[in-house]
């Protein structure tokens, strides 16, 4: 079946996950591996396993995203992360969304499968961050990896940010151009074997994600 939807995936050093990430890939959905840098062979298994790759060299997972975002073909767009801690297979779900409704943005709020999958810091940045968000109007509670729009109208809200903000300057802009925004459950569970997240995997990760995030919203 011919891809109908494009699916970035920024990627540094996840060997160990993107053999299960890419294999719950739904039907008719492609892979773009953005390649940021990994020294574990990453970008090898990718383009094995049939996902387009591309590479960044700019280190920062906007930069990752971006560039997957400008080398994306399809109408609709999805983004997620490549460790494994997110189902590809729940992707359909937030397309239909797109499709069926006047929705210009779907985004997934992180459910926890079980205890210590979020770690305390970054969940506590995060609850920060969104409960920032509600209170300029916009009703989300998570600053989501896994989200999906059409990649036209993404790439017309002109975000700048290539570190940790992006996701957070994609929110902010979107209030501001009006769009609609739609969030729903989706599982969050383990990371693959022998990933660790750039983010939430230390407090120091979670502090620099803060701080890419407050840039963002002192703007």
Not at 29 to 43: F, H, L, T
Not at 192 to 203: F, L, M, R
Request: proline share 5%; aromatic share 4%; with cysteine.
């Amino acid at each position: 079946m011919d891809h109908s939807v494009d699916v970035v995936l920024p990627c540094l050093d996840e060997a160990g996950a993107l053999p299960g990430v890419l294999d719950s890939l739904p039907p008719g959905y492609r892979a773009i591996v953005v390649d940021n840098g990994s020294i574990d062979g990453s970008p090898e298994i990718a383009a094995r396993l049939g996902a387009k790759v591309l590479h960044e060299s700019r280190r920062g997972y906007g930069a990752a995203v971006h560039t997957g975002l400008e080398g994306a073909t399809t109408d609709i767009v999805c983004f997620c992360d490549a460790d494994g801690s997110l189902d590809l297979a729940e992707l359909p779900k937030l397309v239909e969304i797109l499709l069926t409704t006047d929705v210009d943005l779907v985004v997934g709020r992180r459910v926890p499968t079980s205890a210590g999958v979020w770690p305390w810091h970054a969940k506590a940045g995060n609850l920060l961050l969104s409960s920032l968000l509600r209170r300029r109007g916009l009703p989300v509670r998570d600053i989501a990896p896994m989200r999906a729009a059409r990649g036209d109208a993404l790439l017309g809200l002109g975000i700048t940010d290539r570190a940790f903000g992006y996701p957070l300057e994609l929110l902010v802009k979107a209030q501001r151009a009006g769009w609609r925004v739609h969030e729903l459950d989706v599982a969050y569970g383990e990371r693959a074997k022998g990933t660790k997240s750039k983010v939430s995997g230390s407090v120091r990760g979670t502090l620099r994600a803060i701080r890419d995030m407050g840039r963002v919203l002192a703007k």
